[in-house]
Nanobody, 126 residues
């Protein structure tokens, strides 16, 4: 069982930056692939970024590539999402998720993840 708690959301102007954090409970955090997703009102939850157990492999949605960076600190049981050059279309509730399954490729679909946080709101004003 893994419990996830996101923090760091807020209101920011376009072009600004935010860093989201996701703190995980449990001693086996390093065994989980960690992902970030987001959901805007009236839209489906969409993939943002994912990071492997070790942190050596990452993958990003095309819409955030070059602007967002995912990282993790296994000693602190925390995964981060650094968001730069924010745009109004980045406005959404952001969720972190954990996947403990062994996969050939990093998971990018919500159904592939076992555990979810409660989400943190990010609002980007124009």
């Amino acid at each position: 069982q893994v419990q996830l708690v996101e923090s760091g959301g807020g209101l920011v102007q376009a072009g600004g930056s935010l860093r989201l954090s996701c703190a995980a409970s449990g001693r086996t955090f390093s065994r989980y692939v960690m992902g970030w997703f987001r959901q805007a009102p009236g839209k489906e939850r969409e993939f943002v970024a994912v990071i492997s157990w070790s942190g050596r492999s990452t993958s990003y949605a095309d819409s955030v590539k070059g602007r967002f960076t995912i990282s993790r600190d296994n000693a602190k049981n925390t995964v981060y999402l650094q968001m730069n050059s924010l745009k109004p279309e980045d406005t959404a509730v952001y969720y972190c998720a954990a996947d403990g399954n062994v996969r050939v490729v990093l998971p990018t679909k919500p159904r592939e993840y076992e555990y979810w946080g409660q989400g943190t709101q990010v609002t980007v004003s124009s």
